[in-house]
């Protein structure tokens, strides 16, 4: 009795240590019991799962010549592949298909594929004709996003923003997709995205410019990396006028450069300009886009229609000015007024969280790919930051951004505040920096009113 109580409680405890792990430590947990177990499962069972899957080939008829020979039937050939590699959330595989095979055969026998060997997820990624990689993912990487690790490299107006469900992170590139469109209903994490855009950004030798028009509750806690804020309507009218001639300068810059003389070096945006002569990078924030385009009256249509013509004259030609285009909303559609579906072609990048209606995951999502679409109405309201992000290619997929509380990303803002760049036309519309006091407030003092944050 005493031995087995020697050798049961060291099990237990171990078996305590392994739980406990694989809840707090999930990546730990993988490389000492998920990789090596799944790993033997897919070599074990790869030709089996792959020919119940319907992913296998009939055998070469000199393979069948030399089966009949020795009185045997000739097996179907499943792809070649490469010995099962550990990732960070799962392993990859590398597949050689056969010929006759597509990408889409093995895409559309994910799940099963996953059932078959214990997986969370399994996703397909075509790499070079005749060729795929097959990627394993252990657990739910998305139930605790944790911020991007500091030796993830990344260029200038590149920004790793939130962790896509294969395990990469999803990458915020401005100069690769210059404008985006953020969608989601209260609550839905759509601030904490933008959050992490910004703090990234104020890091950067950016210059950031905010419209909002809910009296600047949602962008004031960042005013002091900011450049440039509009918190009413008309206010934002005139920023707008500014930023189109802002544009229009940096249009004629390009032009005399190029055409300094016989050894200038031509281009037609701003990147191909000498360092010393590029301007600054703008990034125009435009938070609750539907409070924007609100009109009550004749002039507010008139205001409302200006404004939508100038957005989408800096979506059409701020790229190569180095101006580009963050716009967020609860909705977006025909019925902000007229060009707002012309607006909505030009903002590439679609980021949609949880919404209210399937109306607005159409307008986001819908030109992309219809099953994207699908996908974000399916986001529980219990998993607020877990987005649909899709772009003009067709891909899609489901991401989720670390959780950044308003402290934080206002305490990066404000280190950051020495960042701000210089730039003339935005001095007027620089938002007013309240001085911290120096000392305990006086009990006579008035208590501020909390201004309510909505996620």
């Not at 060291?10 to 430590?25: K, M, S």
């Not at 739910?140 to 990469?168: K, M, Q, Y």
């Not at 249009?251 to 000498?274: K, N």
Request: charged share 20%; hydrophobic share 45%; with cysteine.
């Amino acid at each position: 009795m005493t031995d087995a109580l020697w050798v049961l409680v060291p099990a237990l405890l171990a078996v305590a240590a392994l739980a406990a792990v694989r809840r707090r430590l999930p990546v730990l947990f993988w490389w000492l019991v998920g990789y090596p177990a799944v790993t033997l499962r897919v070599l074990a069972t790869y030709r089996a799962t792959m020919d119940a899957c319907g992913l296998t080939v009939p055998a070469s008829a000199m393979r069948r010549a030399t089966a009949r020979m020795v009185g045997r039937q000739a097996a179907p050939v499943p792809p070649r592949r490469s010995l099962p590699l550990p990732t960070g959330s799962g392993l990859v595989m590398r597949l050689r298909m056969a010929a006759g095979q597509a990408p889409e055969d093995f895409t559309a026998s994910a799940d099963r594929l996953r059932h078959a060997w214990g997986a969370h997820a399994v996703h397909v990624r075509p790499t070079k004709p005749g060729r795929l990689e097959l990627r394993l993912v252990g657990w739910d990487v998305l139930a605790d996003v944790r911020p991007a690790r500091r030796w993830l490299r990344t260029e200038p107006l590149s920004l790793p923003l939130a962790l896509r469900e294969d395990g990469h992170w999803h990458v915020r590139d401005f100069r690769t997709v210059p404008h985006e469109l953020i969608l989601g209903a209260t609550q839905s994490g759509k601030s904490v995205y933008l959050r992490n855009l910004l703090c990234g950004l104020a890091r950067q030798p950016v210059a950031l410019v905010g419209i909002d028009c809910k009296w600047g509750v949602e962008l004031a806690p960042f005013a002091p990396r900011l450049s440039a804020l509009a918190d009413t309507p008309d206010c934002a009218n005139d920023l707008l006028d500014v930023l189109v001639e802002e544009m229009e300068a940096r249009f004629r810059l390009i032009g005399m450069t190029g055409g300094a003389g016989p050894d200038a070096v031509l281009t037609s945006e701003v990147w191909g300009l000498p360092e010393k002569a590029r301007p600054v990078p703008v990034v125009v924030v435009v938070d609750e886009v539907a409070e924007l385009f609100l009109a009550a009256s004749k002039d507010d249509e008139k205001r409302r229609d200006a404004m939508v013509t100038k957005l989408i004259r800096l979506a059409q030609l701020g790229r190569a000015a180095g101006i580009y285009l963050e716009v967020c909303g609860q909705r977006f559609g025909a019925e902000l007024g007229k060009g707002a579906t012309m607006l909505r072609a030009q903002l590439t990048g679609r980021v949609c969280h949880r919404v209210n209606d399937e109306t607005s995951a159409n307008m986001a999502l819908g030109d992309i790919a219809p099953e994207a679409a699908l996908a974000a109405t399916s986001i529980p309201a219990e998993r607020p930051g877990v987005a649909v992000v899709g772009d003009s290619s067709g891909g899609w997929s489901r991401v989720r951004s670390p959780h950044l509380t308003l402290d934080d990303a206002a305490a990066v803002c404000r280190d950051t505040s020495g960042l701000v760049p210089e730039l003339a036309r935005l001095d007027t519309f620089r938002p007013v920096i309240a001085a911290e006091p120096a000392g305990p407030p006086s009990p006579s003092a008035a208590v501020p009113t909390a201004r309510p944050v909505t996620e």
